[in-house]
């Protein structure tokens, strides 16, 4: 029996006006019925390209060259004309994406989109196409499918849009199913129930699938077979447990290695797997919070409370005066939350989306206010009134690409704080900004580019410069490695860590990445619903958690190996 | 829902009040009528007579108020120059203009947003560079010269269009309209097409910017994915996710046609709105500038309330929790 799958040479290119980009340059794989490959690698390395290749979705200026063969049950797809494969995409062969709030279409209901993905490949009555919905949704384990499928994509949570979309996807029972990063936007415990339901409908329905994925942990936990890619080409493949067990290529062992879960907590990680990594130049720094004394309750936060309000119109109002109408709902983002941090410390913050952990990062950092509590920081109080007053925190944003204005240079970007506030004058601006950035590991000669023009880990790095450079004490890191690669994650984890210890910065860390935070922080604080549920040890928590969600929080990490 | 149809109401209300002060205020300051309205060798006794008559000898703010109060019971007033009942006198242009607008309106709409579509679908066609290209002519062009082109064009070198007029009208509802004939339809289409391409090249434009930025999402390659097919693609997801924009500069077109469509009515001699206007001012006829302000800004309001609503009924976002 021949292979449901058969890449050769398979070779995309891109025909820029700029010269061609080998996006995937000659890879070869094969897949047998029921399979699940993993297909692993950073950004850019022609992964996602690949899984588009596979499905005939490559759009111009890209081209699979001549000489490239995709083979499903031995039939050529590469050259076919797009009628046929139409016919193929979503019956034999379909796919689910990354970021399930912008796969689904916002305005139609579920069940015509439902209907359209059906009345694509056969006939159906809509007395048909409605039992067929309801069905494709029970089988993804949606509860009340029959109300369910009347209702539009916003009606849904992440997870639930996912279950959607690979509801979608399975609705011809297809031969394979590529799935590009189909967990990565999503919580820890989504992510777990998503892999259960893919796993166990792949298996009863005997579906090969491609898991295209960053994340070597979630891959080890549902495919049969990892291929590693790199720049193009296949670097390493293999069974899972050889490829993770004794990995033959240095960039694989790079992958594992610059995985926080594999090392010692504290310990630097390895960040061999890309170059230019750059080293931090202690040499230069300088900043105010060295040599202070030991302080526990540096950073004290008390009864912080914080409700967003629903804006209620004139007239509401007025009915609410009368007593005709209801005050609007209220959003109860943080409930009476309490914590300190030492002088030095790295206190990790975790909990998932909507837990509040990024409000009250924001309010520790004096950006918005509590509705009630204060926050002082040596004493001193953050926010005088509504304004923020003290310039000893500051903060990094999760998203490197939305935190940096494209339109200044990272001069401009790194200077403009400590000028406004006499950190340094503007004649002296030139010096204390190359000062920062090499504190960074970030070439100064770089300082006139704008950010475009820069990595998501350069850019990080110029964030951080920014907020260094303000010379604070407390530094608020929302989720700063959360849309990084793992080795460039690695080595700007490796940097805060150097950081911290050079400056005596105080940290807050804020994730949803647990092995992250067990590498780096020294306490953590679980929130749930705006409330601090759990508070201990970064070992207390994750060896002996007391609370049934803390666990299932840390159960629900993928981990390595099977 | 309920709510937030009463809501707008309120508002409506409010603006058309302060629209009303700011109409009277405005038309109060251009000029004194009692100059226009009476000979110059008239009487003092009979020039003091015609001043009382019309209340122009009383406080600014009775005068508004007077004006209100019969407003507020559907009285507009009387024409000076006409001397018949305003009300009467626009009943008698709307229904041109209305018919007039609505058409070019339409017209744009149905060959614009198709033309926009294709031309955000494939960029680099040739066809869709022509249809972009045309469309900023369209935009620049002014109107005035594209009608006179097409009255040199149509009705004097090929005569096979007539230059102005509305033609054979026939009643509906008791009220006249040219486009229930086929000699009425012949002098529609050269005014409705002139008033037309501007507005064409906007919803053209707007469509085809939109088109592109949706073709490049998630939602359209998941659909690609699916398998399905690039007409049902565009009629059914792109069109959907464009209209927000396009259901807004519809209902700005429409209103401010419909209030100023002067140009194309001058040069085409269409008896509409647009010159009524024209001449009231120059003849400071006050009852006739203030009820059609008035009427120009509740129309305004009624067609956003439209929009709004339009915009529930597109996008659910909006409909729950929203507001």
Known sequence: MTDLLEVRDLRTWFHTDRGIVKSVDGISFSLKRGEIMGLVGESGSGKSITGFSLIGLIDRPGRIEDGSSIRLEGRELVGLPDRDLRGIRGKDISMVFQDPMMTLNPVVRIIDQIGMAIRAHEQASDAQIRRRAVEALARVRITDPERKVDQYPHEFSGGMRQRVAIAIALLHRPRLVIADEPTTALDVSVQAEILKVVKALVSEMGTSLIWISHDLATVSSIADKITVMRRGQIVEAGPVRAVLDRPQHPYTQALLDALPSRSQPGELLASGATEAAGKLDPSTLGGSAVGAPADSGFVTAQGIDKTFARRAGSLRQLGVRLGLASEPAQVHAVKQAALTIARGEILGLVGESGSGKSTLGRILCGIIPPTAGTVTIGGEQVMDGLRKRSTKVQMIFQDPFASLDPRRSIFQTVAEGPVAHGLCTRAGARAYVDRWLRAVAFDPALANRYPHQFSGGQRQRIAIARALAMQPEVLICDEPVASLDVSIQAQVINLLMELRRHLNLTLLFISHDLSVVHHLCDRVVVMRHGEIIEAGTATQIFHTPKQPYTRMLLDAIPRLQP | ?323
């Open chain 2, 1 to 323: 829902m309920a709510s937030f149809i009463i809501r707008r109401f309120a508002q409506a209300m409010v603006v058309l009040l302060v629209m009303s002060l700011l109409v009277f205020a405005g038309v109060y300051v251009i000029g004194n009528p009692i100059d226009v309205l009476i000979s110059p060798d008239a009487t003092q006794a009979i020039r003091q007579q015609v001043i009382e008559q019309y209340g122009f000898d009383l406080p600014i703010w009775q005068q508004y108020l007077h004006f209100l109060q019969r407003l507020l019971t559907g009285d507009l007033g009387s024409s000076f120059v006409f001397n018949m009942p305003v009300a009467t006198l626009i009943a008698q242009k709307l229904p041109a203009t209305l018919e007039l607008t609505l058409i070019a309106v339409l017209f744009a709409s149905a060959v614009g947003i198709p033309l926009g579509i294709y031309a955000g679908y494939r960029p680099d066609n040739i066809a869709a560079r022509v249809i972009m290209a045309a469309s900023i002519l369209g935009f620049s062009v002014p109107t005035f010269w594209i009608g006179l082109m097409l009255i040199m064009v149509f009705a004097v070198q090929f005569g096979i269009l007539p230059a102005g007029g509305r033609g054979e009208t026939r009643a509906l509802f008791g009220v006249p309209f040219s486009f229930l004939t086929l000699d009425g339809w012949s002098h529609l289409i050269l005014p409705a097409l002139n008033l037309s391409l501007f507005k064409m090249s906007m919803m053209c434009r707007l469509a085809a910017s939109g088109t592109r930025e949706v073709m490049l999402t998630d939602t359209i390659k998941f659909a690609r994915a699916a398998g399905i097919a690039e007409r049902t693609i565009l009629r059914r997801h792109v069109l959907k996710l464009i209209s927000i924009p396009l259901v807004t500069v519809f209902g700005l077109e429409l209103g401010s046609t419909l209030a100023f469509a002067l140009v194309t009515e001058t040069i085409f001699s269409w008896p509409g709105l647009g010159k009524l206007i024209v001449d009231s001012i120059t003849s400071l006829d006050r009852p006739v500038m203030v009820a059609y302000l008035m009427l120009v800004s509740a129309l305004f309001v009624v067609i956003n309330l439209c929009v709004d609503l339009a915009y529930a009924a597109l996008d659910p976002r909006l409909r729950h929790g929203g507001q």
